[in-house]
């Protein structure tokens, strides 16, 4: 699987939604789409904030959402607050020794 | 607490070997795959290689493919990465992660491997 293409860079500011997204994404064969989405602030580790395209793990708020048009997926993070900015990553699963991830997108809170 | 720590990383020469070791506590080990994920100074995440829990077949990233080899111990709880004929393009730091819903739920704090020519 080709790497996933992102954004190096979006920014919003306080209470704004910005949207990141994430071209290249493939099916597992099935027609499932394993997309997932990290959060990473600098110096930590990632952590994980939407699975399987559009579900949130439990103690993520749901202002982080998920979403897939075509081949192309997309977080949107709503009411955007200081404690967003970090970078963020998706990552397409295809089968379980075929993972890929995307180039990483900067997220700045003006 | 569900944990997971790395350990073993360090600096190594250009073709040396290193293992890395992920504990991992507060969950049932044998009920998941594991991920190994890594990262070099200033970029991003790169999938190195996974382990199933049921038949323990394992994937690598084509960078990696031949040079290093993913193990576990469900005894001991751990997850291991051997790491052979390492390159200036191995360094990075080196995260364990659970492989929940074909994505990586929990992760470690990472591991720092230099690999220096």
């Known amino acids: 699987q080709s790497a996933l293409t992102q954004p190096p860079s979006v920014s919003g500011s306080p209470g704004q939604s910005v949207t990141i997204s994430c071209t290249g994404i493939?099916?597992?064969?099935?027609?499932?789409?394993?997309v997932s989405w990290y959060q990473q602030p600098p110096g930590t580790a990632p952590k994980l904030i939407i699975y399987?395209?559009?579900n949130r793990p439990s103690g993520v708020p749901d202002r982080f959402s998920g979403s897939k048009s075509g081949t192309t997926a997309s977080l949107t993070i709503s009411g955007l607050q200081a404690e967003d900015e970090a970078d963020y990553y998706c990552?397409?699963?295809?089968?379980?020794?075929?993972?890929?991830f995307g180039g990483g997108t900067k997220l700045t809170v003006l | 607490e569900v944990q997971l720590v790395e350990s073993g990383g360090g600096l190594t020469q250009f073709g040396g070997s290193l293992r890395l070791s992920c504990g991992v506590s507060?969950?049932?080990?044998?009920?998941?795959?594991m991920n190994w994920v890594r990262q070099a100074p200033g970029k991003g995440l790169e999938w190195v290689s996974n382990?199933?829990?049921?038949?323990?077949?394992?994937g690598y990233a084509d960078s990696v493919k031949g040079r290093f080899t993913v193990s576990r111990d469900d005894v001991k709880n751990s997850l291991y990465l051997q790491m052979n004929s390492l390159r200036a393009e191995d360094t990075a730091v080196y995260y364990c992660?659970?492989?929940?819903?074909?994505?990586?739920?929990?992760w470690g704090q990472g591991t720092m491997v230099t690999v220096s020519s």
């Open positions: 493939s099916s597992d064969g099935g027609g499932y789409y394993h």
């Open positions: 990552c397409s699963c295809t089968s379980s020794s075929s993972w890929v």
């Open positions: 382990i199933r829990s049921d038949t323990g077949a394992t």
């Open positions: 992660a659970r492989d929940n819903h074909w994505s990586s739920d929990i």
């Open positions: 399987e395209v559009t």
């Open positions: 507060g969950f049932i080990f044998t009920g998941y795959n």
